[in-house]
């Protein structure tokens, strides 16, 4: 420990500590009068940790274990005179023997040969021996010379492991640094570009009107060519800048045959951004606007920034859970007092309403808990039926049946004062949603009668082979008929004649729903990932999604209420969301915590690809729906003339993915930092390698899924109200 209280780094102060051993016969020596006074720093005749190993071993005459690579520490084989050479010689070559049967066995595994070259362990060895068996033959042997000859063998093996397994290629690492820091500036970039007056002029009837006069003028086609389509050059950039390096680098690799063809791709990606950020260069884009001008811009600055420094600390990282949930409430609180500016009492009340409701869930949803060994004595497990346990409690088994009775009721309340309770979504939610709802509560029913042996007069396999074949139906019927579905639906909008109008009047309809008619349909795609993702997670964690899903509609409505939809806080919050119902669902940031049992629950058997996309699912719930989610952020309560509606989107999603990538690019680093700190592949690397996991797979869905499913819904509105 240094002098700050800092531990587990590399400063002297933190690996160089004093060993004492004290036995209460007179065994242990030393080699030289000298050595009796300490030396003055730990480079003076060291002792590794790993030489307690071979020590503690052999002096309580157990075997050595089979991987050790330490030595005997010399003091406790020297004898109380310091001259016992013999024993010595024998506890070093006994332990050098192991050492040399592991590397045998390494190189044969490996399947390649040991080199004999000068200085290397092989001819270490080789010497040794030679010695130890002229030493063994003399009237006078020098043991001293065996032992010595031994240790160096040892010290030599040691360094040579250290070069291939603590090894860490800093150009490779500060590549990739690179590569990740530009890829977040470009995404920077583009989200500064926004244009924050359009949203204004969305729905501006004097611009309507201005609209179709150019259009029956004939300038309509004029001026849809003359628009710019900044995405469409800026994937055309990418590709361009990306494409001959890579191909030179893969020609490189494959002509060199070293293999280091990531370095091609790494320069690539370095050259694509750079491409990238030249292009938007020209569209004249300015960082300056991602200077926060509100309050909630500031939030979702600090919500970012903050979460990515505290990964430098392993006991912020330990207990993330805890500290989204604190963000959460925050924003839930800050919510609650600014919706006391609003103009309308309804509104007010409104916004106040779902800002409880919002921390309210939060808390409710914190009780689902999975403790990492580190959280210990300050945390008790909740999603398994104890603490040693990956089964669920018998009463957890009615909280899939409760999500069944009364999340497709919260659905409906949230459409209901649109109006937007119309159309499929009836059938949709009220029928077909609950179905899906209910035989994932029979699975885990039907799970937990097999596991548990309920029925022992049943055949074997009777209730596996149920269970199997009902969640495929149930996955085929969320991902498959559902989308399938979602492609074809129409609004969630009815037309009605007024009861008022009569035969002579001029005919006048009321279109049920128009006002929320992008939201209302979009979320029935959230929907069918959200039975797909309840059926793949434990009964608790299928209850936190149920939490999850109802926070996300009462985020939604306090974003409208407070007029947020533009708003960086939004996507912010969503992405904290997410990550929160990693940790609600049964997951922590270890891969110890990975369900991989989870594979099985549509499969008899591991099948490629549908095992890991199953395991994804299962573990990645959270930030998938949340990244389904993000299209509702400026979807919800918009008419069918909403303009620009997809870059809107986009650039919601752009927020969004922005947070998932500084805190990737911040985990990367902290881990390239931490390097050698005691806690790297306990803490700062399962963490940075989540981070990265989950950039990639919030990247997939948020372009396959989020993008995709909001062009499929503006052209079903568009077809059925009569515009593109």
Not at 115 to 140: D, I, M, N
Not at 375 to 383: E, G, V, W
Not at 436 to 451: K, V
Not at 585 to 609: C, E, K, M, N
């Amino acid at each position: 420990m240094d002098g700050k209280g800092d531990h587990g780094g590399e400063s002297d102060d933190e690996v160089e500590s004093t060993i004492w051993m004290y036995s209460s016969k007179p065994v242990f020596g030393r080699t030289k009068p000298e050595f009796v006074t300490p030396p003055a720093n730990a480079k003076t005749r060291p002792v590794n940790q790993i030489d307690l190993v071979p020590t503690l071993a052999l002096l309580l005459g157990i075997p050595i274990p089979y991987n050790n690579l330490g030595r005997p520490i010399e003091e406790a084989f020297a004898g109380a005179g310091g001259n016992s050479w013999n024993a010595l010689a024998a506890a070093e070559r006994t332990t050098a023997a192991g050492i040399r049967r592991y590397q045998d066995s390494y190189f044969s595994a490996q399947g390649i040969e040991q080199t004999a070259k000068p200085g290397s362990p092989g001819e270490l060895w080789a010497q040794a021996e030679a010695l130890y068996v002229k030493t063994s033959t003399q009237r006078k042997p020098d043991w001293a010379s065996v032992y010595s000859s031994f240790a160096k063998y040892q010290e030599g093996t040691l360094k040579a492991c250290k070069d291939l397994w603590a090894r860490f290629d800093i150009k490779n690492m500060v590549t990739g640094l690179g590569v990740t820091a530009l890829g977040v500036i470009v995404l920077l970039i583009y989200i500064a570009k926004g244009g924050d007056d359009d949203a204004e002029a969305l729905d501006d009837w004097e611009l309507d009107l201005a609209e179709q006069n150019l259009q029956m003028q004939g300038a309509g086609a004029d001026a849809a060519a003359e628009t710019p389509q900044l995405e469409k050059d800026l994937v055309a950039a990418a590709l361009f800048g990306a494409l001959p390096v890579l191909g030179g680098g893969l020609v490189k690799a494959y002509l060199s045959g070293a293999g280091d063809w990531h370095r091609g791709a790494g320069f690539a990606a370095l050259t694509s951004t750079m491409t990238v950020i030249v292009k938007l260069y020209e569209a004249q884009e300015s960082l300056l606007n991602l200077v926060p001008t509100t309050l909630w811009g500031w939030m979702a600055v600090i919500f970012t920034l903050s979460q990515s420094i505290g990964f430098a600390s392993n006991s912020y990282t330990i207990w993330e859970d805890s500290i989204l949930l604190f963000f959460l409430t925050t924003f839930g609180v800050v919510s609650a007092f600014a919706a006391l500016k609003l103009p309308k009492s309804t509104d007010r009340y409104l916004s106040i309403y779902h800002s409880v409701i919002f921390i309210v869930l939060g808390r409710i949803a914190s009780l689902s808990k999975l403790c990492r060994e580190e959280q210990m004595p300050y945390c008790t497990s909740t999603y398994y039926a104890s603490a040693t346990s990956s089964t669920s409690a018998p009463w957890q088994l009615v909280i899939p049946f409760f999500v069944f009775l009364i999340l497709p009721f919260i659905v409906k309340a949230y459409l209901t004062p649109t109006r937007s309770y119309e159309g499929l979504a009836p059938g949709w939610i009220g029928w077909g949603l609950r179905a899906g709802l209910f035989m994932s509560a029979l699975y885990w029913t039907l799970d937990a009668a097999d596991n548990s042996n309920w029925f022992p007069d049943l055949p074997d396999k009777t209730l596996k082979n149920l269970s199997v074949y009902l969640a495929q139906i149930i996955l085929g019927g969320a991902l498959v008929v559902g989308t399938t579905a979602f492609v074809w639906a129409p609004p969630s909008v009815d037309i009605v004649r007024p009861a008022t109008s009569s035969k002579t009047s001029k005919l006048q309809v009321v279109i049920l729903g128009y006002g929320n008619a992008h939201g209302a349909r979009y979320l029935l795609l959230l929907i069918n990932i959200l039975a797909a993702c309840f059926l793949l997670s434990k009964p608790m964690g299928g209850g936190a999604l149920g939490l999850m899903i109802w926070q996300i509609l009462s985020l939604i409505e306090i974003l409208d209420l407070i007029s947020l939809t533009t708003s960086p806080i939004g996507p912010t919050v969503l992405a904290l969301l997410g990550t929160f119902y990693f940790f609600k669902t049964g997951h922590q940031a270890v891969l110890s915590s990975i369900q991989w049992d989870a594979a099985f629950i549509p499969l008899f058997t591991i099948r490629y690809p549908w095992s890991p996309l199953v395991i994804a699912l299962n573990t990645l719930a959270g930030q998938i729906i949340a990244t389904v989610a993000v299209p509702l952020i400026v979807m919800w309560k918009t008419s069918p003339k909403r303009k620009g509606l997809l870059d809107a989107v986009s650039r919601a999603l752009a927020i969004y993915i922005a947070y998932y990538a500084v805190e990737a690019l911040a985990t990367m680093a902290w881990a390239g930092h931490l390097r050698r700190h005691l806690m790297l592949y306990r803490v700062f690397n399962p963490r940075f390698m989540t981070a990265a996991v989950v950039l990639i797979v919030v990247d997939i869905v948020g372009i396959l899924v989020a993008l995709t499913g909001t062009r499929t819904n503006t052209i079903a509105i568009g077809d059925v109200f009569g515009w593109a």
